[in-house]
T-cell receptor, first 113, second 115 residues
Framework: DAGVIQSPRHEVTEMGQEVTLRCKPI?????LFWYRQTMMRGLELLIY????????DSGMPEDRFSAKMPNASFSTLKIQPSEPRDSAVYFC???????????FGEGSRLTVL | AQSVSQHNHHVILSEAASLELGCNYS??????LFWYVQYPGQHLQLLLK??????LVKGIKGFEAEFIKSKFSFNLRKPSVQWSDTAEYFC?????????????FGTGTQLKVEL
């Protein structure tokens, strides 16, 4: 298996623009997580899905952030409009319940100017 | 809700020194515990995990961790570090009931190993 695949790896955009980050989890995994990593706040859980259903989105910073999982093999995290404080590395991770282990993607480094 | 504390934010060691990184969690029920490592510029990778059984868990690259239930701790150890161990280390916990199966991470410990 190719692992968790995220795109884009790097994104530079201007304040106010819409940003869409994409994730393809490992086939067969039924949990998908979105994390954000910054120097100031460390690794924060934004939202996670189980069988494509959002379970806990309490970590989503504000209404500018939204996430979807239309099917078992694809998820998006959207920021609209983006702000400089959204600059961070966004990680997607997936797991199969009974292993408990999370497998992380390579991350999407977002810079908002 | 569960939480994880890593008290050492930055650790600097010389090669061959012994390592112990502290991790404490707050949750009274059954937990699964993990240590992840993030090498510079890379994604997080699993070092080791504890689900049940022997509280002393051995992972990759010579790392081990000991689960002490009475202390709510899961400290990471390595007898002799190498320069290549320079990385950030994250402790994480999943509460099996009441925690929603989400994995909560500590703030991380930045380890620098000097030659």
């Amino acid at each position: 298996d190719a692992g968790v695949i995220q795109s884009p790896r790097h994104e530079v955009t201007e304040m106010g623009q819409e940003v869409t980050l994409r994730c393809k989890p490992i086939s067969g995994h039924d949990y998908l997580f979105w994390y954000r990593q910054t120097m100031m706040r460390g690794l924060e859980l934004l939202i996670y899905f189980n069988n494509n259903v959002p379970i806990d989105d309490s970590g989503m910073p504000e209404d500018r952030f939204s996430a979807k999982m239309p099917n078992a093999s694809f998820s998006t995290l959207k920021i609209q409009p983006s702000e400089p404080r959204d600059s961070a590395v966004y990680f997607c991770a997936s797991r199969w319940l009974y292993t408990g282990e999370l497998f992380f993607g390579e991350g999407s480094r977002l810079t908002v100017l | 809700a569960q939480s994880v504390s890593q008290h050492n934010h930055h650790v600097i060691l010389s090669e061959a020194a012994s390592l112990e990184l502290g991790c404490n969690y707050s949750y009274g029920g059954t937990v699964n515990l993990f240590w992840y490592v993030q090498y510079p510029g890379q994604h997080l990778q699993l070092l080791l995990k504890y689900f049940s059984g022997d509280p002393l868990v051995k992972g990759i690259k010579g790392f081990e961790a000991e689960f002490i239930k009475s202390k709510f701790s899961f400290n990471l150890r390595k007898p002799s570090v190498q320069w290549s161990d320079t990385a950030e280390y994250f402790c994480a916990v999943t509460a099996l009931r009441g925690g929603g199966n989400k994995l909560t991470f500590g703030t991380g410990t930045q380890l620098k190993v000097e030659l």
